[in-house]
């Protein structure tokens, strides 16, 4: 492709990532697991048809494909705080995404470094990848397959 016809992208800054978010919280893992192995909260967890959670099973089938996963690709329309607590400042937990389809969604900020949150601003663009891991409780509200939306990675444009 010529120069003049490549489509110019940001660069991208890599804010959080699942493995590193784990490891700060091993607990996270153990009880996730502890949930899913639980037969007397059948309605409650995982599924673990593709391994524990963050078992070397269940990362070998994200790599794999084996385990769905989902890409958001979007520009920031606004950044909020979502939820009911008090909150000081600006502590906007939550961003607008407008998508290349034009249609929108709300999510979290992801970061494991809090000042990396100032970096979701309106105009940035964000990616986020997502696991999508089947729940036990079955079927979704449309009759279809419920996932847990497990964020692995999410990046934004760094200037």
């Given at each position: 492709?010529?120069?003049?016809?490549?489509?110019?992208?940001?660069?991208?800054?890599?804010?959080?990532?699942?493995?590193?978010?784990?490891?700060?919280?091993?607990?996270?893992?153990?009880?996730?697991?502890?949930?899913?192995?639980?037969?007397s909260r059948p309605r409650m967890g995982l599924?673990?048809?593709?391994?524990?959670?963050?078992?070397?099973?269940?990362?070998?089938?994200?790599?794999?494909?084996?385990?769905?996963?989902?890409?958001?690709?979007?520009?920031?329309?606004?950044?909020?705080?979502?939820?009911?607590?008090?909150?000081?400042?600006?502590?906007?937990?939550?961003?607008?995404?407008?998508?290349?389809?034009?249609?929108?969604?709300?999510?979290?900020?992801?970061?494991?470094?809090?000042?990396?949150?100032k970096l979701f601003v309106p105009g940035a663009?964000?990616?986020?990848?997502?696991a999508l891991d089947e729940l036990k409780a079955?079927?979704?509200?449309?009759?279809?397959?419920?996932?847990?939306?497990?964020?692995?990675?999410?990046?934004?444009?760094?200037?």
């Amino acid at each position: 492709m010529s120069e003049c016809c490549q489509e110019i992208l940001p660069l991208m800054k890599t804010v959080y990532t699942l493995a590193d978010a784990l490891a700060n919280d091993p607990g996270r893992v153990t009880r996730t697991q502890a949930l899913t192995l639980d037969s007397s909260r059948p309605r409650m967890g995982l599924k673990g048809g593709h391994g524990l959670f963050a078992s070397v099973a269940w990362w070998q089938s994200i790599e794999a494909g084996r385990l769905q996963t989902q890409t958001l690709t979007g520009i920031v329309e606004r950044r909020y705080f979502a939820g009911q607590d008090s909150r000081r400042g600006d502590q906007a937990n939550s961003i607008t995404l407008r998508l290349a389809d034009g249609s929108a969604v709300d999510e979290s900020i992801y970061t494991q470094r809090r000042q990396d949150s100032k970096l979701f601003v309106p105009g940035a663009t964000v990616t986020m990848t997502y696991a999508l891991d089947e729940l036990k409780a079955q079927p979704a509200a449309d009759g279809g397959v419920d996932y847990a939306r497990i964020v692995l990675e999410v990046s934004v444009s760094a200037g």
